[in-house]
């Protein structure tokens, strides 16, 4: 029989303070030893359902010794009560559902164009950093010749970046665009300020803004 736990997602005043209910937006569970004593260790066999029973999609963001860490695309987070969801585990093995896979929570029909975790190590894999909606939108590492790059961040491992020659670049195109959201977590190491972000022109390699 499979084990359950029941998490709970404050969206209130001693939570994130929501000020209206959210939906679709992804959530990370960090997974504790004692799930990941008897389940899958990548996470495989995890399950992911709202109070009702109905699935969420989910994704396991595994980390070289580290324990796993699951993202899960809530259906709602409430701003005025509690939002409690279920977590299954410790299936024997089994197939993982069709909701739990790469694409799954940052995944284009949710309106992400790209979503890089800046969890691998950019002088490993040719410097490629993996998309997670599964759309292939692979970063490009830009400035790292050695390993050692990354360092503990908010979820799992984060990408350091040197200021000055060091970047990560994408080869995914927009056309003018105008409307768009951008989300980052970083933490500054000097206040200097900087740019974060930019669009470059293709032609000629210059930031657009």
Sequence with gaps: ??????????????????????????????????????????????????????????EVQTQAGSPAALWVRMDTVYAGKPT?????????????????????VFSST????????????????????????GQGNDGISVGYSATGATEAGVAGSALKFDGKTQY???????????????????RAGHTQGGRIFEFANASTDSAVY
Aim: charged share 20%; glycine share 12%; net charge negative.
């Design 1 to 58: 029989m499979a084990s359950l736990r029941r998490p709970v997602v404050d969206g209130g005043p001693n939570g994130a303070k929501l000020s209206s209910d959210v939906a679709g937006i992804p959530v990370r569970i960090a997974l504790p030893d004692s799930i990941l004593a008897v389940a899958a260790k990548d996470g495989s066999d995890l399950r992911v359902a709202n109070e009702r029973g109905d699935a969420l999609p989910c």
């Design 168 to 186: 990560m670049g994408t080869p995914l195109a927009f056309n003018d665009p105008e409307s768009f959201t951008v989300l980052v977590w970083f």
């Design 84 to 104: 409690r969801i279920r977590l299954y585990w410790d299936y024997g093995g089994k197939d993982p559902l069709s909701a739990a896979k790469p694409g799954s």
């Design 110 to 133: 949710g309106g992400f164009a790209g979503a890089w975790h800046l969890d691998q190590d950019p002088a490993a894999g040719n410097g490629r950093i993996s998309d997670a909606t």
